[in-house]
């Protein structure tokens, strides 16, 4: 895995999952990963020469996407500098700790999809995860980014076909190195970007196909086996700093765990909040420090807190609509006031939006627009119903497998033993 903020606690509780399981598993991730997959059980190899961050702090970012204009350019940018350019490091890296383990099997973040080079030239099963909804563009599914709405009518089809084609080109400016790679361990090339991310025995996409927009031309390997709600290791327990007594509505503001420039929506947040007749619980996560944002008489300012434990609490969620924090509130059926700030958010805001379990807002929305929203979301019961009729259907994984068992047969099936992997 890569330390890109919230796909390590998920992709860490699957590993606890295996070795619940009685299975050996090994972590090759950024050495900012190293205590929490120690913490866990796993044995553990940082990535040396493949792109990594030594520490959270913001200056070691290594894809600033808060820097770029557009989606387009985000992605520009990480093909270049993150899945495409460093291939066959990526690669080697994972070669390295492959042989080094003597391992069965290698799961892997779709994501760094040049690292599965090493297991195919190693003749292993491999499996990638998904630990958001699923992003590579499929007819019948909105391309990501933008945050659309599925296609309804002939104006929306174009739409779809020449998003699709913009991203294909976008994704397919990594194919050289990633053939280059590819070719250095005596394997054929590929013919585009996607048909490396897809070449696994099997994708897992870690959320629930009842949240996610879904397709019939979604690839015959791809499963859903359902989000994992782990909080990561570096949330502190929860002591509310509000008496037993406080019968006003809680708020959970949880925006980015890592750098988006989210500082200024979340003075506006707090000042939203400050002028209702609520609790206001601000987390700001690793990626800003104590003196970035105030609080206030009613809104407490934290580093952290286990949003799992917070939520039950909770009357209303703020947040960026990051998968792991937008699953644990709808699994607590708590709506949700959707500020999107990039990456994968805006579909996911997307996705809470079209099922009506929140609201959604800019994240440069002024404190007027916070309050209105936050006061609609506690005074409407329509949205807490909808939060809740979703969360549990997410929660009883319908259309879910079991992504253990599921890798104990992508194994067995091999020809390895189903154990250890």
Not at 227 to 243: A, C
Request: aromatic share 6%; charged share 20%; proline share 9%.
């Amino acid at each position: 895995m890569w330390d890109g903020g919230g796909n390590v606690p998920p992709q860490l509780g699957v590993a606890r999952q295996l070795l619940a399981r009685g299975h050996a598993v090994h972590v090759l991730s950024d050495p900012t990963v190293e205590a929490e997959a120690r913490a866990a059980g796993c044995t553990f190899t940082p990535w040396t020469t493949a792109p990594h961050r030594d520490t959270r702090d913001r200056s070691a970012d290594v894809i600033r996407d808060y820097e770029t204009g557009s989606i387009l350019s985000l992605i520009d940018k990480y093909m270049g500098e993150f899945l495409g350019g460093p291939a066959s490091r990526w690669a080697a890296d994972t070669h390295a700790a492959l042989v080094a383990q003597r391992a069965d099997a290698l799961v892997i973040d779709q994501m760094i999809p040049a690292g599965s080079i090493a297991a195919e030239a190693l003749h292993l099963p491999w499996a990638a995860l998904s630990a958001n909804i699923w992003m590579i563009p499929t007819p019948g599914i909105p391309p990501i980014g933008p945050g659309f709405a599925p296609a309804r009518g002939p104006v929306g089809y174009v739409r779809d076909v020449a998003m699709r084609s913009v991203m294909t080109y976008l994704f397919n400016k990594a194919l050289p190195p990633l053939n280059e790679a590819r070719a250095s361990y005596g394997l054929p090339p590929v013919r585009s970007t996607y048909e490396q991310i897809l070449r696994p025995n099997r994708t897992f996409v870690l959320t629930s196909p009842r949240f996610d927009f879904t397709s019939p031309a979604m690839p015959a390997n791809v499963s859903y086996s359902g989000p994992v709600l782990d909080d990561p290791d570096w949330s502190v327990t929860w002591q509310s700093p509000f008496s037993p007594q406080d019968g006003r509505p809680l708020v959970l503001v949880g925006l980015s765990s890592t750098y988006q420039k989210q500082a200024a929506a979340l003075e506006q947040i707090v000042a939203a909040l400050s002028s209702l007749p609520v609790r206001g619980l601000v987390t700001l996560g690793q990626a800003l420090s104590a003196d970035e944002v105030r609080g206030t008489d009613n809104v407490v300012v934290v580093k952290s807190a286990p949003h799992s434990a917070v939520l039950r609490e909770a009357s209303v969620l703020i947040t960026h609509c990051g998968h792991g924090t937008a699953m644990k509130g709808l699994v607590a059926g708590v709506p949700i006031l959707c500020m999107p700030m990039g990456r994968d958010q805006n579909d996911t805001a997307r996705r809470v939006f079209d099922r009506g379990a929140g609201l959604w807002l800019k994240p440069s929305a002024p404190a007027a627009q916070i309050r209105a929203a936050v006061q609609r979301l506690i005074s409407e019961p329509q949205f807490r119903e909808r939060a809740q009729a979703l969360g549990r259907v997410i929660a009883d994984r319908e259309g879910c497998v079991d992504i253990v068992t599921e890798l104990e047969q992508m194994v067995y099936v091999a020809g390895s033993s189903p154990s250890p992997v």
